[in-house]
């Protein structure tokens, strides 16, 4: 029996086209012999978050159903352009045991025993440092916005707490992406292996 895979591509642009994805995924496919059950593409920026892209939803409303066991997808920017975004939907697709292939790195995350191969721990590691760095970007940014602020006579609070919560939530993108699809707190706990008081406090930032 064949093993069902699902094809993802993605574009920035509307006059960008994704064809040349799916054709060299196609190929690939064809050459482990997998089933194509799915063709999953999106024309927006990578570094939009994962809820606000219709493709990495369908994607993972399909992984849900069990509809395929891998991703192909030409190269990891495909699937994002966000590390923090990007760390976040792998291991949620990792939690439903399926695996991701990267056409550029001839490799996949999972190993055959369905574990997180070697690559994907060199990977995740690479991709954990540059979102560290997305997040202290982010708190510059802040922290710049609210000087310009402060120096027009508008008040925005103090700075401190605020760094606080943008920390803290980075480091629970999971229990975010599942209390604003609607699971309770309970159901993030065991969901996400997370303490009650941490979703508890996760909820109450975000305002859900």
């Given at each position: 029996?064949?093993?069902?895979?699902?094809?993802?591509?993605?574009?920035?642009?509307?006059?960008?086209?994704?064809?040349?994805?799916?054709?060299?995924?196609?190929?690939?496919a064809?050459?482990?012999?997998?089933?194509?059950?799915?063709?999953i593409?999106?024309?927006?920026?990578?570094?939009?978050?994962?809820?606000?892209?219709?493709?990495?939803?369908q994607?993972?409303?399909?992984?849900?159903?069990?509809?395929f066991?891998?991703?192909?997808?030409?190269?990891?920017?495909?699937?994002g352009?966000?590390?923090?975004?990007?760390?976040?939907?792998?291991?949620?697709?990792?939690?439903?045991?399926?695996?991701?292939?990267?056409?550029?790195?001839?490799?996949?995350?999972?190993?055959?025993?369905?574990?997180?191969?070697?690559?994907?721990?060199?990977?995740?590691?690479?991709?954990?440092?540059?979102?560290?760095?997305?997040?202290?970007?982010?708190?510059?940014?802040?922290?710049?916005?609210?000087?310009?602020?402060?120096?027009?006579?508008?008040?925005?609070?103090?700075?401190?707490?605020?760094?606080?919560k943008?920390?803290?939530?980075?480091?629970?993108?999971?229990?975010?992406?599942?209390?604003?699809?609607?699971?309770?707190?309970?159901?993030?706990?065991?969901?996400?292996?997370?303490?009650?008081?941490?979703?508890?406090?996760?909820?109450?930032?975000?305002?859900?």
């Open positions: 029996m064949k093993t069902p895979v699902a094809i993802f591509g993605r574009v920035s642009l509307d006059s960008m086209d994704f064809q040349r994805q799916i054709n060299d995924l196609e190929k690939v064809n050459k482990f012999d997998y089933e194509v059950v799915s063709i593409t999106e024309k927006i920026s990578g570094v939009k978050s994962n809820q606000e892209r219709l493709g990495i939803q994607l993972l409303e399909e992984a849900k159903q069990g509809k066991k891998k991703v192909l997808c030409t190269e990891i920017s495909r699937l352009r966000s590390n923090i975004q990007t760390l976040s939907l792998l291991e949620e697709l990792h939690q439903l045991g399926i695996s991701v292939y990267f056409q550029d790195l001839n490799s996949e995350t999972l190993n055959e025993k369905g574990e997180v191969s070697f690559q994907t721990e060199i990977l995740t590691n690479l991709l954990s440092l540059f979102a560290k760095n997305e997040r202290q970007t982010l708190i510059t940014r802040i922290r710049s916005g609210m000087q310009q602020a402060k120096a027009n006579n508008i008040h925005c609070g103090r700075p401190k707490g605020l760094e606080e943008v920390n803290f939530l980075s480091k629970y993108p999971k229990v975010v992406t599942g209390l604003k699809k609607g699971y309770s707190v309970r159901e993030c706990v065991k969901l996400y292996d997370v303490s009650l008081g941490t979703v508890a406090k996760v909820k109450k930032m975000v305002d859900l």
